[in-house]
């Protein structure tokens, strides 16, 4: 994996999916430490039970600001963007 990691290509890529992935597990992990079902959350936001399982899926890439922030206060929860620093491309 370590050499894996040094090709830029695949770094940017296992990056990218990675990040994803974190996505999907936060949505499903706030919404269980909420004891909501993905049919609560769904009607907590106006939306359905299989927008919330493809939510929960690190396929899924139409997230938007208003639909994190829509599930973080349904769930009681705060929701935070960062931005971090990436090592300078040579």
Do not use: D, M, W, Y
């Given at each position: 994996m370590d050499q894996l990691m040094e090709n830029k290509s695949f770094k940017a890529a296992f990056e990218q999916e990675y990040s994803k992935l974190l996505v999907s597990e936060e949505i499903a992990r706030i919404r269980k430490e909420a004891h909501?079902?993905?049919d609560a959350l769904a009607r907590k936001i106006?939306?359905?039970k299989s927008a919330i399982s493809r939510y929960e899926?690190?396929?899924y890439r139409g997230y938007s600001?208003?639909?994190?922030e829509k599930i973080a206060c349904a769930c009681?929860?705060?929701?935070?963007?960062?931005?971090?620093?990436q090592p300078a491309h040579a």
């Open positions: 909501l079902t993905q106006h939306s359905t899926s690190a396929r600001l208003s639909l994190l009681n929860a705060g929701l935070e963007i960062k931005f971090v620093p």
